[in-house]
């Protein structure tokens, strides 16, 4: 059976009929054959396939999950939509195609030299699981390829070296990248390009900050902009737009909203005053000051969320009325399990602010750069799209961010933040070091101390704040 397919195969061939067939069968052979310890290569140079889990079909979710965790690189639902196939796609090479002490080479996204969801792999001990084969590698200097322009691919990218280790590898220290910056030759007759240079660069492992015991002080604010009825408004999520006895008028819709909720009809009512509060978002926060914050609808009754699973939801008509219609339409269109309540407090962000403190300070979790603020309102609701802590006064809080604001924190969390086509973008919750913290007090002192200002002091809430 095996030979008449063949000689079928053949016979297309000649014929230029279904020559796909051939290519499809050497890439069912190759890989077995290369497989064999005999046949095992020494060096592999590769760009393997990127896509992220949240992009993947649910069967190939389920064993992609499995084999990362197998291999330690699984790491937890907070980055878990940010899992990439090329990590676990450069193990298994490795593991099945390399000789131990052959050296390795692929191009891989930017993410890979910095971020959590490939923490996993940076430890080069790719082990964790029971169906996990062991594997250990010594990286060598990795290549950030992001300043090379025109950009690679529209994603940045970067290249990963290394070498497989015939034994476990011991542990090492972290290299320095090496940064490649320049123009690519491209085919413009008589036109000269500058070739691209490189510098080394020292790329923080986030492992080391996420030690620092003050890591919790900032918070992340709630989904106050889940989608809700209408588009483009805060309350419950983006509620209740339209009128209302504090006197506010209909909120602004957004470009961001997504279908169906940017086509749906504007949900209306008269809802009691207790229940509206200044919802602060992303765009709302500049550098020492804040824009003039939405409304929105919060259930909050002084002591707890009020839901229409109670009885004391009735006590206030106005609320009762509205939360029920927005539910209705939250059910029909939602995309997840969670109720209208379980999406605006997931994970307890919103029950976190309740009853909130006076003295706050925000910065926000996107963008090319930082902008903090000082918050006093204590009726104020904080949305996901900033950070927040609370702090001991005004003085305190001035002085944060006076340092959240500043150049020398930027250009020390640079090295963390994800990157865009073009720019950095983003900042999160880890740690800043002992050494970045030390040098980030040496930066702020040389330049204001004609003013007096002492920046001496401990830093220990931006053990909190960085990329």
Known sequence: MVAASYRVLCELHDSGRNHIWGYYLRNLARPLWLARPGNRVDVLVGNPPWLSYRYMPPGMKVEFR??????????????????????????RAVEQYLQPGGTFAFVMPLAVLSRRQFAGFRTGRWTGGVRAVGTSVAFQTSWDLHQVKP????????????????????????????????????????????????????????????????????????DAGAPVPGPG?????????????????????????????????????????????????GDTVLPFRVRPAATGVIPWDGTRLETTTTSRLDQYPGLADWWRKAEKVWDRHRSSDLTLLGQLNYRGKLSAQLPSSQHRVVYTKSGMYLAAAYLDDVRAVIDHKLYWATVSGPDEGRYLTAVLNSDALLQLVRPLQARGEHNPRDFGTNGLSEEQQRMLTTRQAKKTSRHGVDFARPLDRLTSISA
């Open 66 to 91: 499995a084999m990362s965790t197998d291999r330690g690189f699984w790491a937890g639902a907070a980055v878990a939509t940010h899992q990439d196939l090329s990590a676990l796609f450069v193990a």
């Open 233 to 281: 408004r805060p309350a419950a999520g983006r509620a209740a737009r339209g009128r209302c006895r504090s006197g506010c008028g209909p909120q602004p819709g957004s470009t961001n909203e997504k279908v169906p909720w940017k086509t749906l009809p504007d949900l209306v009512g008269t809802i009691e005053r207790q229940f509206l509060r200044p919802v602060f978002v």
């Open 151 to 222: 950009s690679f691919f529209p994603v940045p990218a970067a290249v990963v070296r290394g070498v497989a280790c015939r034994e476990r590898c011991r542990a090492a220290r972290r290299r320095r990248d090496l940064v490649w910056a320049g123009q690519r030759p491209q085919p413009q007759p008589g036109r000269r390009r500058e070739p691209p240079r490189s510098r080394p660069i020292h790329r923080p492992a986030c492992r080391l900050c996420s030690r620092l015991p003050v890591r919790a002080a900032v918070q992340s604010g709630c």
